[in-house]
C-alpha cells in the first residue's frame, strides 16, 4: 500500500514504532468476536503521553480516524478500523508509576494489564477486585466499563477509577479526578470517559482504587435442582445484605462443557461459585445463612475450600467456561451476550432465555454474575452459514428485548461497540440526543473510534 499523506510526520514523531505491515494491520483489526477483520491503515506504538498527543494532533490536522487498542481482548468489535486510519496499540506503556498503601491507589499507565498489576500487588497486602474473563489492558477495562466475578461487592471500573490522564481529539492532554476519595467539583468528567469506548479521547494513565486483602477466603459450590432453585438463592443472598464477594451461575449446559474440558465430575445441573471475603468470624456466619437460604431452596450440601491452592482450583472450572464451551463446538466463533436485569428478574429472563433456545436450536451455555442481575449466553456458530448466523442474531435480540422489557439493559460489562449499536435508541430513547450532543462538543470532527457506541441519527 501506498504510505498516506500523514505518515512521514508520524515517522518523525515515533522512529520505527509504527507499522503499516499486513500482518500487523490485521491483528489490531478484529478482537475477540465473530466480527468480520477491518483492519487500520497504520498501527503506531508511543511511550508516553506526549506521544499520544502528538499523534492524535496529527491525525486531527490531516481528519485521520483513531482507534486505541489495548490487548484486544473486546468481544463487540471495538477495534474494527471501520473507517481505515491509525490504530494506537497503547501496550508498550505498561509502567506501575505508583503504588501508595497509605492513601491505598495505584497509578498506572494504561496498557498494564490486569494480571500484570495482580502480580505485582501480590505481595502488598492490596488487591484490585475488577478482573473480566481475560488478561485486559486497564485502560481498555476503563474504556469499556468492565467489571466481572467481584463487581458484586466491589462495584465496576467505573467505582475504581479515581482519575485519569487522557488525550483529547484535538491532543489537548487533561487530567481529570483526584486522589481524593470523594469530590462534589464540577462536572465528574472521569466518569464520561470511563465507559466512553474511546468515542471522547484517548486514556493514557489511570489512578486506580486498592482494596485491602481479606483477613480469610472462603469458596464454595452448589448445585440445585432447577435454575429458579439458584437464582433465589442469590437474590435472597442479596436481599439479606449479606456482603458475599462472588456469586456465579452456570447452567447444566456449562457445568457439561467443563466437566469435558477439564475433566472434573461435577453434577451437570444449575450450580453456584460462590466466594466470600473478610474477617473469619464474619465469614463463617455469612457462610451458614447462605446454607440455610440455598437449602430452603432445595439445594444439595455446599462443598466449601479454605486452602488457597484448593479454592483456585475449585474456582478454575468457572474462569475456564468460556474455553469449555467452545470446546464443545471446535471451530466456531462466540457471540457473547451480557444483558443485565434488576435481580427480581432474573430468574425469569433466564428461563425465558433458555426456552427460546432450545426452540432455536443454537448452542448457547449459560454463566452469570448473579448477584448484580448480569448473565451471558456463550453463543456458538459457524459464521460462515448464513442462516444459522441469522438464527443466532435473532436470538440475541430477543434476549436484548425481553430484558430492556424488564428494566434491564443490553449490555452490563461488555460495552457497545458496533454490535449493539441497534439497540442504543431502544435502551435510552431521547437521551441518546444528550450524548451526540457530548461527542459532537469534544470530537466535532469524528475522529476517536469513529461508528462505535453511538448510531448514526
Same mark, same amino acid.
Given at each position: 500500500?501506498?504510505?498516506?499523506?500523514?505518515?512521514?510526520?508520524?515517522?518523525?514523531? %515515533?522512529?520505527?514504532?509504527?507499522?503499516?505491515?499486513?500482518?500487523?494491520?490485521?491483528?489490531?483489526?478484529?478482537?475477540?468476536?465473530?466480527?468480520?477483520?477491518?483492519?487500520?491503515?497504520?498501527?503506531?506504538?508511543?511511550?508516553?503521553?506526549?506521544?499520544?498527543?502528538?499523534?492524535?494532533?496529527?491525525?486531527?490536522?490531516?481528519?485521520?480516524?483513531?482507534?486505541?487498542?489495548?490487548?484486544?481482548?473486546?468481544?463487540?468489535?471495538?477495534? %474494527?478500523?471501520?473507517?481505515?486510519?491509525?490504530?494506537?496499540?497503547?501496550?508498550?506503556?505498561?509502567?506501575? /508509576?505508583?503504588?501508595?498503601?497509605?492513601?491505598?491507589?495505584?497509578?498506572?499507565?494504561?496498557?498494564?494489564?490486569?494480571?500484570?498489576?495482580?502480580?505485582? /500487588?501480590?505481595?502488598?497486602?492490596?488487591?484490585?477486585?475488577?478482573?473480566?474473563?481475560? &488478561?485486559?489492558?486497564?485502560?481498555?477495562?476503563?474504556?469499556?466499563?468492565?467489571?466481572?466475578? &467481584?463487581?458484586?461487592?466491589?462495584?465496576?471500573?467505573?467505582?475504581?477509577?479515581?482519575?485519569?490522564?487522557?488525550?483529547?481529539?484535538?491532543?489537548?492532554?487533561?487530567?481529570?479526578?483526584?486522589?481524593?476519595?470523594?469530590?462534589?467539583?464540577?462536572?465528574?468528567?472521569?466518569?464520561?470517559?470511563?465507559?466512553? @469506548?474511546?468515542?471522547?479521547?484517548?486514556?493514557?494513565?489511570?489512578?486506580?482504587?486498592?482494596?485491602?486483602?481479606?483477613?480469610?477466603?472462603?469458596?464454595?459450590?452448589?448445585?440445585?435442582?432447577?435454575?429458579?432453585?439458584?437464582?433465589?438463592?442469590?437474590?435472597?443472598?442479596?436481599?439479606?445484605?449479606?456482603?458475599?464477594?462472588?456469586?456465579? %451461575?452456570?447452567?447444566?449446559?456449562?457445568?457439561?462443557?467443563?466437566?469435558?474440558?477439564?475433566?472434573?465430575?461435577? @453434577?451437570?445441573?444449575?450450580?453456584?461459585?460462590?466466594?466470600?471475603?473478610?474477617?473469619?468470624?464474619?465469614?463463617?456466619?455469612?457462610?451458614?445463612?447462605? @446454607?440455610?437460604?440455598?437449602?430452603?431452596?432445595?439445594?444439595?450440601?455446599?462443598?466449601?475450600?479454605?486452602?488457597?491452592?484448593?479454592?483456585?482450583?475449585?474456582?478454575?472450572?468457572?474462569?475456564?467456561?468460556?474455553?469449555?464451551?467452545?470446546?464443545?463446538?471446535?471451530?466456531?466463533?462466540?457471540?457473547?451476550?451480557?444483558?443485565?436485569?434488576?435481580?427480581?428478574?432474573?430468574?425469569?429472563?433466564?428461563?425465558?432465555?433458555?426456552?427460546?433456545?432450545?426452540?432455536?436450536?443454537?448452542?448457547?451455555?449459560?454463566?452469570?454474575?448473579?448477584?448484580?442481575?448480569?448473565?451471558?449466553?456463550?453463543?456458538?456458530?459457524?459464521?460462515?452459514?448464513?442462516?444459522?448466523?441469522?438464527?443466532?442474531?435473532?436470538?440475541?435480540?430477543?434476549?436484548?428485548?425481553?430484558?430492556?422489557?424488564?428494566?434491564?439493559?443490553?449490555?452490563?460489562?461488555?460495552?457497545?461497540?458496533?454490535?449493539? /449499536?441497534?439497540?442504543?435508541?431502544? @435502551?435510552?430513547?431521547?437521551?441518546?440526543?444528550?450524548?451526540?450532543?457530548?461527542?459532537?462538543?469534544?470530537?466535532?470532527?469524528?475522529?476517536? &473510534?469513529?461508528?462505535?457506541?453511538?448510531?448514526?441519527?
Amino acid at each position: 500500500m501506498n504510505n498516506p499523506p500523514f505518515f512521514q510526520e508520524l515517522t518523525a514523531l %515515533l522512529g520505527v514504532r509504527l507499522s503499516v505491515n499486513a500482518d500487523v494491520r490485521e491483528a489490531h483489526g478484529a478482537g475477540y468476536s465473530y466480527h468480520e477483520c477491518m483492519p487500520p491503515d497504520v498501527v503506531v506504538f508511543p511511550n508516553t503521553t506526549e506521544e499520544v498527543s502528538g499523534i492524535v494532533s496529527i491525525c486531527a490536522k490531516y481528519g485521520v480516524p483513531i482507534v486505541p487498542f489495548g490487548a484486544g481482548t473486546s468481544i463487540e468489535g471495538h477495534v %474494527l478500523a471501520l473507517r481505515g486510519g491509525i490504530c494506537i496499540d497503547l501496550r508498550e506503556m505498561n509502567q506501575v /508509576l505508583e503504588v501508595n498503601k497509605d492513601d491505598m491507589y495505584v497509578l498506572v499507565q494504561a496498557g498494564v494489564t490486569r494480571n500484570q498489576l495482580d502480580e505485582l /500487588l501480590e505481595s502488598t497486602g492490596f488487591f484490585f477486585p475488577i478482573g473480566p474473563g481475560v &488478561n485486559a489492558t486497564l485502560g481498555g477495562m476503563a474504556s469499556t466499563r468492565a467489571s466481572g466475578t &467481584n463487581a458484586v461487592r466491589y462495584g465496576t471500573m467505573k467505582d475504581n477509577v479515581l482519575a485519569l490522564t487522557a488525550v483529547l481529539p484535538d491532543g489537548k492532554i487533561i487530567k481529570t479526578g483526584s486522589k481524593a476519595k470523594k469530590s462534589s467539583a464540577g462536572y465528574d468528567l472521569t466518569r464520561l470517559l470511563v465507559g466512553a @469506548e474511546g468515542t471522547l479521547g484517548v486514556i493514557t494513565e489511570l489512578t486506580l482504587k486498592l482494596h485491602s486483602e481479606p483477613e480469610t477466603i472462603y469458596a464454595a459450590v452448589c448445585a440445585f435442582p432447577t435454575v429458579e432453585a439458584a437464582v433465589a438463592t442469590a437474590i435472597k443472598t442479596i436481599q439479606k445484605g449479606v456482603p458475599i464477594a462472588k456469586i456465579e %451461575l452456570l447452567d447444566a449446559a456449562m457445568m457439561r462443557a467443563i466437566n469435558r474440558y477439564s475433566s472434573l465430575d461435577y @453434577e451437570e445441573v444449575p450450580t453456584l461459585f460462590l466466594e466470600f471475603h473478610g474477617a473469619v468470624a464474619e465469614v463463617e456466619g455469612q457462610i451458614l445463612k447462605v @446454607e440455610e437460604y440455598a437449602h430452603s431452596f432445595g439445594a444439595a450440601d455446599f462443598v466449601w475450600e479454605k486452602d488457597e491452592a484448593r479454592r483456585k482450583r475449585l474456582w478454575r472450572a468457572r474462569t475456564d467456561a468460556a474455553p469449555s464451551a467452545m470446546a464443545l463446538r471446535p471451530g466456531a466463533k462466540l457471540m457473547s451476550t451480557d444483558v443485565c436485569v434488576p435481580i427480581s428478574q432474573l430468574a425469569k429472563c433466564i428461563v425465558d432465555t433458555q426456552q427460546d433456545i432450545e426452540k432455536t436450536g443454537i448452542m448457547a451455555p449459560i454463566l452469570g454474575h448473579v448477584g448484580d442481575g448480569n448473565f451471558h449466553l456463550t453463543i456458538l456458530i459457524n459464521s460462515d452459514d448464513k442462516e444459522e448466523f441469522e438464527r443466532a442474531k435473532a436470538l440475541n435480540e430477543r434476549l436484548v428485548r425481553r430484558a430492556l422489557a424488564m428494566g434491564g439493559t443490553c449490555t452490563g460489562e461488555h460495552g457497545i461497540g458496533v454490535g449493539k /449499536l441497534q439497540y442504543m435508541a431502544l @435502551e435510552h430513547g431521547d437521551s441518546l440526543d444528550i450524548m451526540r450532543a457530548i461527542k459532537h462538543a469534544i470530537d466535532p470532527q469524528n475522529l476517536m &473510534n469513529p461508528g462505535k457506541l453511538l448510531p448514526e441519527r
